[in-house]
């Protein structure tokens, strides 16, 4: 029997040299086909757990152009994303989609809520380049899985990706929400085994 191949729909390029040999290298490592890449580093983990936990958020940028520069001459084994900075215009995404076949958007990192207009402007630039948009929910008000639902009916046309399998590691309520949207797919990074048997 052959192997289905496996995207890898979450992976992070870390700021580090040598950071994109690593990535292939752990590609044919594991049997994995593809990745799709997203910026790492845009804010320290630290400060990523105790705004998980507390609030708050950052401006900085993602550092897109070293995902860019990462995936170019893999073949499509390495797909780049844009991670969206909201603070920023929806302009500049627009003037790089191109280079790009998808957009991130964390709530998390940026701490703009997916019920903002300035999300909603950035989901509809992906629309028009036909690009998937990945989204780690949370638990607090206009960031959680209902409110992704939410935002892609607004979109019926874009593909969303409900990142680490909802909300925790055992979130089987983000599955029931999301059941029924034809236009959400649910990433399993991070989750429970139960919640991704759940889910198949």
């Known amino acids: 029997m052959t192997a289905q191949p496996v995207l ?17 290298d752990a590609l044919g490592e594991c049997g994995l086909t593809r990745a799709v890449v997203c910026a790492g580093g845009t804010i320290d983990l630290d400060r990523l757990s105790r705004q998980l936990v507390t609030g708050g958020h950052v401006e900085t940028d993602a550092d897109n ?8 001459g893999t073949d499509g084994r390495l797909v780049p994303f844009f991670f969206a900075n909201p603070h920023r215009p929806a302009e500049a995404y627009r003037s790089r989609a191109a ?8 709530p ?15 989901v509809a630039v ?5 690009h998937p948009v990945y ?13 992704l639902v939410g935002l892609s009916r607004r979109f019926p046309q874009v593909s969303f990706v409900l990142g680490h399998s909802g909300i925790g590691n055992i979130d089987l309520y983000a599955l029931t929400l999301i059941q029924d949207e034809p ?18």
């Open 8 to 24: 890898d729909f979450h992976v992070r390029l870390a700021p580090r040299p040598g950071a994109r040999q690593r990535l292939l």
């Open 65 to 72: 152009d070293a995902v860019a520069a990462a995936c170019a």
């Open 99 to 106: 280079e790009f076949r998808g957009l991130e958007i964390s």
């Open 108 to 122: 998390a990192v940026h701490g703009v809520a997916l019920t903002d207009p300035r999300v909603a402007d950035l």
């Open 126 to 130: 992906a629309a028009e380049f036909d």
């Open 135 to 147: 989204v780690v929910c949370l638990d607090r008000p206009g960031a959680g899985v209902a409110d």
């Open 183 to 200: 236009n959400i797919s649910l990433e399993t990074s991070g989750g429970y085994t139960c919640v991704a048997e759940a889910a198949l």
